[in-house]
């Protein structure tokens, strides 16, 4: 292996979607069954056309 070669991570993308799995994570955790997808949505942030229009989001 190269001795110059920075190996930390400096992929932006990936660091948000670890991010974004962690949260799912965390939900999952302290839910008390299976996360249905609209509380999956929610902790992502992430809302559904029609409850975004009824601001419901």
Do not use: F, K, N
């Amino acid at each position: 292996m190269r001795e110059d070669v920075d190996l930390r991570l400096h992929d932006v993308v990936a660091l948000e979607e670890i991010e974004l799995y962690a949260e799912v994570l965390s939900a999952v955790a302290i839910a008390d069954g299976p996360l249905t997808t609209e509380q999956i949505d929610e902790v992502l942030g992430l809302c559904r056309r029609a409850s975004a229009e009824a601001g419901a989001c």
